[in-house]
């Protein structure tokens, strides 16, 4: 099987750096942006939009900083927790303290594909030995470019995504069904109680 480093089949770039473009005036807005941040990279693979942050730039941003469908957003310290931008999540500005890989090829790798493999803990693992992770967990543009990705054959990586996407919608109706239990248990609980917990 093939394998190539990052470098050659996506371009990987740092955001913006906040500071440099941020108008603190009411006045000085030349245009107003959400903006993702740490917190807005779920450990699923996608991205919470209710966090979501407000950005008024001075001016009208580069389209390099902003969310682009099928880009691949990822943290710049572990856990990495890469996302897939998605069709509706386009236009959003992109911090520094994330990294964001755009295919350059997108019929030869799959973003989803790209993603999951990102993601996995032993790849993170091998990024932070590479940057020495004992002193910090912080990761380079150049370590995460450096990273070998193997590319099989298109219909593998559709099996891949999907087993992924199968696994991670299973995962959650297990998250769901042990919350309902929860709630099922304390309201048997307090009826026994006769009222309730305090």
Do not use: H
Request: with cysteine; aromatic share 6%; charged share 25%.
């Amino acid at each position: 099987m093939e394998k190539l480093k990052l470098s050659r089949i996506a371009t990987v770039q740092s955001g913006l750096v906040l500071n440099r473009k941020e108008a603190r005036e009411f006045g000085l807005v030349k245009k107003q942006y959400k903006r993702l941040s740490l917190r807005s990279l779920g450990d699923n693979g996608s991205l919470k939009i209710n966090e979501l942050d407000e950005y008024n730039s001075t001016e009208i941003l580069d389209q390099t900083v902003l969310t682009q469908e099928k880009d691949i957003v990822a943290r710049l310290f572990a856990p990495i927790f890469p996302v897939t931008i998605q069709e509706n999540e386009t236009g959003f500005v992109i911090p520094s303290q994330l990294a964001v890989i755009r295919l350059k090829n997108a019929r030869k790798i799959m973003p989803d594909y790209l993603r999951w493999y990102l993601s996995v803990p032993l790849v993170t693992d091998k990024i932070l030995l590479k940057e020495g992770w004992q002193v910090q967990r912080a990761i380079k543009i150049s370590t995460l470019s450096d990273i070998y990705i193997p590319i099989p054959p298109l219909q593998k990586q559709r099996l891949i995504v999907q087993i992924c996407t199968t696994g991670m919608k299973r995962e959650s109706l297990y998250r769901e069904l042990i919350e309902q239990e929860k709630l099922y248990m304390n309201a048997q609980i307090q009826k026994i109680i006769g009222g309730t917990v305090e």
